[in-house]
Every structure is written in C-alpha cells, then in structure tokens.
C-alpha cells in the first residue's frame, strides 16, 4: 500500500480563476471551486510542472515479447552466458 503524502505547499498557488495556460494544473488541496493548484511553470507541451509531470507520466514499459510471465510478475529476458 502506498503511503499518503503530506499537503504541498505551492511556491505560487492558484486557484481556478487565477491558472494561466503555461502554468501546472496539479491540484495541491482544496475541493470543487476551492481547489489550489500548483501554478508552477509547466513543461511545453504538458498541463504540469517537471515535479508533477514525474509523478503523473511512467516511463514506457518494456515491450511484451521482452518479458517472461513467471506465476504473477513479469521479469525482463536476459542473454544466458
């Protein structure tokens, strides 16, 4: 289970109103028409700043044909020596 983080606190906080198209739309507290975003700069082409954007894109997983299913998990194929 993944531990809950504490509330950020924004170097620049926006509300909903406030947040500009080049600014991150990361929601850092509030509910509804209260909601704080980060209003950080964001990076080209994304709705988030580089913090946020590492935590909402993952990083492409390896191909299928690259992976052997063991019970469960998949592992990576690796050359036998």
């Not at 606190?9 to 909601?35: A, F, L, Q, Y």
């Not at 946020?52 to 036998?80: M, N």
Request: aromatic residues 8%; positive net charge; hydrophobic residues 25%.
């Amino acid at each position: 289970m993944l531990a809950k983080l504490p509330p950020e606190h924004p170097d620049n906080p926006k509300t909903i109103m406030e947040i500009g198209s080049r600014d991150c739309r990361w929601p850092c507290s509030g509910e509804g028409v209260s909601t704080v975003f980060c209003g950080g700069a964001a990076v080209k082409d994304k709705p988030y700043c580089s913090r946020h954007a590492r935590l909402a894109y993952k990083p492409k997983e390896p191909d299928r044909k690259d992976r052997v299913q063991f019970g469960s998990k998949f592992t990576k194929r690796t050359a036998i020596p």
